[in-house]
């Protein structure tokens, strides 16, 4: 089905909200004259659509998606979004853009918040669509601070126009006080918003009463968790009071997983949504431009006249240049351990981490270890190239059904002290579909609190994979600097080949293959290539190159054989061409990476600004301030 809407090329009516960065510096929504805007539901309506167009913004899924045990950055290191990735903040790369892009977004809807209860005159049905439009708005603003205050920490807060403001100066706000804010916009927007199935709006590039309890879950999940602190009352800040820790209000903690619960409840109950049989087709769909049940909010892409957000160029499989699908080159790839934390069946890995790229002939060419790309966003999935080679006209998810489910028993786990029945049945949902609908391999689910929390953590690296939340859900849970930590020393096993990593595959034989449009293949069909099968020669030239021209000697059953003596008699096989690639080396169509504990993107670049208690937040910048307000005098990011 074809897109109907384009979120970010229907804000016409809000083109007299053009203001500077700074969000104290926005016009006065008089500017915009509102009395005209608001006199019509068709106006409104273009008007609550343009909120959108801020509060979707790039950096979110790209800037702020890399640096986890999923992702990292092919960028150089001196490149900002390389840095900001691995934790290395200076006064030029903290991104001032994303940070006014959300302060723009709560602009426009605390215009829209405060107008469209003042409409007069309306219908019933007007008046049913005016009600859906304020909870979008409400919805909208919700999100919106929920994103800075994830990524930012405490930040200013205004829910009325900058026309309405009697001071230009702010202080920060505890995130406390902004996430009860967010609950409460959001526990209104589900009050006022339509069910999708109600047909008030049409595309799920729009807020549903569906989405809204979905990131209303999303939102108390980050209310109750842990988050960097320190004490806001002192400035300058006492360095003695920054930590990681929860609110300590633990009665509201309770009550804030009681709304993630009953959120999510309401979704499963209603049962509009549902997961898909297969895992591909969710993102097959996002490529096609089709909407589907289990993917119940996404970042509007459709049309030529999208904003340069670069889904699947960023972050999707490579294609080179000269290719049909010309140039992709994303600056994302997969950490080589990600790879490895899929058990064996499980059909998310070759979804999620594409084995991958499109040389300028159209062909798949194996990638190593080091070079998988974002799988979930690939522009062979699509059946055309796009309107350009950086607006592949790809939504992005989100918000997902399986989210839900994985919300919903994390927080029946947390009220309950340890999994209900309904907890393990959300995560048994899950885990079957990635094996295909097998539940015979989903595997024993604990049931003591920390072990079935341990496994929701892992369980929403497999299934989101790549979806940007790894980074914040981490920070979250009190765990950042730990997991990455313990990242980096798995990576280094892993060069070694030790421990868990000690059988690995060194040598995998693929045959080449032709990538097409509305691409069947998901990952390239391998075998595992024993190093005793191949003789001295092949294994110089492999040490060398990094790949080898082979032949093998394939039967009609299909079985391969290294070489003539390994063919039992009387088996008749053809010569077949096969290409063998050093696991571990730097051929890629990508990027040149080995998977070496002497190199410096493991040794000394990945993660390389890590540092407990000082990344699990990006820090306002202390020499060019982002809010230029004064404020927030002396109160910039304490760790900076």
């Not at 900058?162 to 009050?191: G, K, M, N, P, W």
């Not at 571990?584 to 493991?602: H, I, L, P, R, Y």
Request: with cysteine.
């Amino acid at each position: 089905m074809k897109k109907i809407i384009n979120i970010l090329g229907v804000s016409a009516m809000l083109l007299a909200f053009t203001s500077c960065e700074d969000w104290l510096d926005m016009p006065s929504e008089a500017k915009a004259d509102s009395s005209t805007i608001f006199e019509t539901v068709g106006r409104a309506e273009m008007t609550v659509v343009g909120c959108y167009a801020n509060t979707f913004n790039r950096e979110l899924y790209y800037q702020f998606g890399m640096g986890t045990d999923e992702c990292i950055s092919t960028e150089g290191t001196t490149n900002s979004k390389n840095q900001v990735a691995n934790y290395q903040y200076t006064t030029s790369n903290i991104p001032t853009s994303t940070y006014a892009a959300m302060y723009k977004g709560i602009e426009y809807a605390n215009v829209c918040i405060k107008n469209l209860p003042l409409m007069t005159g309306a219908s019933e049905s007007e008046q049913k669509k005016i009600n859906s439009l304020l909870g979008e708005a409400l919805a909208i603003r919700a999100m919106n601070y929920w994103n800075l205050v994830r990524f930012f920490g405490d930040v200013p807060y205004s829910d009325v126009p900058v026309a309405d403001l009697s001071t230009f100066s702010s202080s920060r706000v505890s995130r406390d006080v902004i996430y009860d804010h967010c609950v409460e916009d959001l526990q209104r927007a589900v009050e006022l918003l339509p069910w999708a199935s109600e047909g008030m709006v049409a595309t799920p590039e729009r807020f549903t009463k569906n989405s809204a309890y979905g990131i209303l879950a999303r939102v108390a999940l980050y209310a109750a968790g842990y988050s960097l602190r320190w004490d806001l009352s002192t400035v300058p800040y006492n360095v003695g009071t920054v930590q990681i820790a929860r609110r300590s209000d633990a009665a509201r903690v309770k009550e804030l997983y009681e709304i993630a619960a009953n959120a999510c409840k309401a979704i499963v109950e209603q049962k509009e949504n549902s997961l898909l049989d297969d895992y591909d087709d969710v993102f097959r769909s996002l490529m096609l431009g089709e909407y589907n049940d289990e993917t119940m909010l996404e970042y509007g892409q459709w049309g030529a006249d999208v904003n340069g957000s670069a889904v699947g160029y960023t972050n999707g499989a490579f294609a080179h240049t000269n290719s049909s699908f010309k140039k992709s080159a994303p600056q994302m790839v997969a950490i080589p351990t990600y790879y490895f934390e899929f058990e064996d069946g499980d059909v998310r890995r070759d979804v999620t981490i594409c084995n991958y790229g499109i040389t300028a002939s159209d062909i798949h060419q194996m990638n190593a270890y080091s070079t998988g790309n974002v799988g979930k966003f690939r522009v062979n999935w699509k059946s055309e190239v796009g309107t350009a080679q950086n607006k592949r006209d790809i939504n992005w998810p989100v918000l997902r059904y399986s989210d839900v489910l994985l919300m919903y028993a994390e927080a029946l786990n947390e009220l309950n002290n340890g999994p209900t029945t309904e907890a393990i049945d959300a995560l048994k949902a899950v885990r079957k579909r990635a094996f295909g609908g097998d539940e015979s391999k989903i595997g024993t689910i604990p049931t003591t609190h920390d072990d079935f929390l341990n496994k929701i953590i892992e369980e929403r690296k497999l299934e989101l994979g790549f979806e940007s939340w790894r980074r914040t859900d981490l920070a979250r849970w009190g765990i950042l600097y730990e997991t990455l930590t313990n990242e980096k020393a798995k990576l280094l096993q892993l060069a070694k080949r030790e421990g868990e990593y000690a059988t690995v595959d060194k040598y995998r034989a693929y045959k080449e293959s032709k990538a097409t449009f509305e691409d069947p293949t998901i990952a390239v069909k391998y075998l595992s290539v024993p190093e005793d099968k191949l003789d001295a020669k092949t294994l110089e030239t492999l040490e060398k190159k990094g790949v080898v021209d082979i032949t093998l000697y394939e039967d009609k059953n299909g079985n391969t054989y290294f070489s003539e003596a390994d063919v039992p008699a009387n088996a008749e096989t053809k010569e077949v061409a096969y290409k063998i690639l050093d696991m571990f080396g730097s051929v890629s169509t990508n990027n040149s990476n080995k998977v070496a504990e002497d190199q410096a993107w493991m040794t000394t670049q990945l993660f390389r600004g890590l540092e407990k208690n000082k990344v699990e937040i990006l820090p306002l910048n202390t020499t060019s301030i982002i809010d230029i307000n004064p404020g927030l005098a002396g109160q910039q990011h304490p760790c900076y």
